[in-house]
């Protein structure tokens, strides 16, 4: 029997029981907020205890003031003004040396390493890294949280007792604190890494989702389950505040991908981890994180290079509930909604009211109302797609009407919006859209596979009598 699961139409209530307190916090409020109006996080989690010290200094000044009448004088030094942050007063006398009062967070990864010898060679700084990495994280010293956990995490040697235990602990904590500076940075374009190399925060969900794979000992099933819809929750904030066209998507954590799919991979070894990945996810994203799918499938319609993983996303939908309970309330969501009328019913109408009806829900979302724009017009051209394949003849002016064109403008629109989906002996007139298919009928399929099969028949039959 299928379970019957509300969709909701927001997933606010659900942050508050898979992501710590502090973080969902931070992203209900600012969800309320406008883009570019959003509340700092020491704004809503000032530092308790804050001492900051504040001195000049003399430093060079950068080449680029330096003018060339200039060059061959000696250059003189400037006074800058530095602040930085004290210890806490209660600071553990092994943790003094290793405090950096002027941590910036692009430098916090590198500092670590620095002391990386140190640390290493005196085991009874674990302890007392974790316990003092935690205090901070509750007295709000995010960065200087992440940076003690970053040393703890990078020089626990593996003969310590349960360091693996310990080690994947340490990580969630790294990670909340790393994603609470990220989405203060992100939200307020103070991002330092955009495009190249994938930042830190990114490895390190990777690496926590790694764990997670490997089936540790200390993780009884059910705890296994809770942990894989946690790490779901954190994805979600992170890529789709982040760079939801990246390499690397919501979609390789929540749906188990080991690896970005694409249909030229051939590699049977990924494919097999692909599936075994998909065993472990879906069960979860079915009891555990359904309220997500509405975000899946959105990423999916504004993603073009995921949308071959709609149908999975369709057998998970259907696993959940059936078309007719989508309900919340007595209503459906607009996203479910819109898939389900192009995809299951193939209801066009119904496809652009649903489009109407995503968009106040999600401007208000904060995770996709950075996307409403791209939402909007691939939800379109999908429809578009799907009405020209299914029409042999369309009337240039009623397909114009339709999707709120002029006429003139009908064959670059669809040349903008709909080039990619395999629209092959399709005609764009002056009075007429006339399609072609050129798809082979399911009995030359049939044909053609059955030809395929005989001939691998025929080279295993004559490898197998080579042998012999």
């Keep these: 029997k299928k379970m019957t699961q509300p969709i909701p139409l927001s997933i606010t209530p659900h ?36 001492q900051t010290e504040t001195r000049e ?19 003189e030094p400037i006074t800058k003004t530095i602040t930085s942050v004290l210890p806490p007063l209660d600071i553990p006398q092994e943790m003094r040396p290793f405090w950096t009062g002027e941590l910036q967070y692009v430098d916090a990864h590198n500092r670590a390493k620095e002391f990386q010898n140190v640390v ?28 003690y956990l970053k040393l703890f995490i990078m020089n626990i040697s593996p003969q310590y007792v349960d360091a693996h235990g ?18 203060d940075l992100k939200q307020n374009n103070e991002f330092p890494f955009e495009g190249g190399d994938k930042p830190f925060i990114i490895y390190e969900i990777e690496t926590l989702r790694n764990d997670l794979d490997r089936n540790p000992e200390f993780l009884t099933p059910f705890k296994a389950v809770e942990h894989r819809a946690w790490l779901m929750h954190y994805a979600l904030a992170l890529y789709f505040r982040w760079n939801l066209f990246a390499k690397a998507t919501v979609f390789d954590i929540c749906l ?6 694409d249909k030229h991979s051939q590699n049977r070894s990924d494919d097999r981890e692909d599936r075994k990945n998909a065993e472990r996810y879906l069960p979860v994203l079915q009891m555990k994180a359904s309220h997500l799918m ?107 009407e339709r999707f709120g064109i002029s006429t ?44 395929r099969l005989a001939g691998r028949q025929h080279k295993v039959r004559q490898r197998i009598e080579q042998r012999d």
């Design 120 to 147: 290493r060679s005196n085991p009874q700084l674990f302890p007392i890294l974790a316990k003092f990495a935690q205090s901070l994280y509750e007295r709000n010293y995010f960065l200087h949280s992440y940076y």
């Design 294 to 400: 509405p975000h899946l499938m959105a990423a999916c319609i504004i993603h073009k290079k995921r949308r071959t993983q709609m149908s999975s996303l369709l057998k998970v939908m259907d696993a959940i509930q059936p078309a007719s309970s989508i309900v919340n309330r007595g209503e459906t969501h607009p996203v479910i909604d819109f898939v389900q009328a192009l995809y299951v019913n193939f209801d066009f109408e119904s496809a652009f009211k649903a489009i109407e009806a995503a968009k106040p829900i999600l401007e208000k979302d904060y995770f996709l109302r950075t996307y409403l724009g791209n939402f909007v017009n691939n939800a379109k051209a999908l429809i578009a797609a799907s009405y020209i394949k299914v029409h042999s003849r369309i009337s240039t002016a009623s397909f114009a």
């Design 57 to 75: 200094v003399k430093v060079m000044p950068p080449p680029q003031q330096q003018q060339q009448d200039d060059a061959e004088q000696p250059q």
């Design 15 to 50: 942050l508050l029981t898979h992501l710590p307190p502090k973080l969902s916090k931070f992203i209900i409020e600012n969800e309320k907020r406008e883009e570019g109006k959003f509340i700092r996080l020491n704004e809503m989690f000032p530092i308790e205890g804050l």
């Design 256 to 261: 188990g991908y080991s690896q970005p799919q």
């Design 408 to 451: 003139g403008e009908v064959n670059a629109w669809l040349q903008d919006n709909v080039h990619g989906y395999n629209l092959e002996g399709v005609e764009i007139g002056d009075e007429f859209i006339t399609s072609q298919s050129t798809s082979m009928s399911v009995y030359q399929l049939a044909v053609q596979k059955g030809e």
């Design 166 to 183: 310990k080690v994947y602990n340490a990580r969630w904590g790294l990670l909340t604190s790393h994603l609470l500076l990220f989405l």
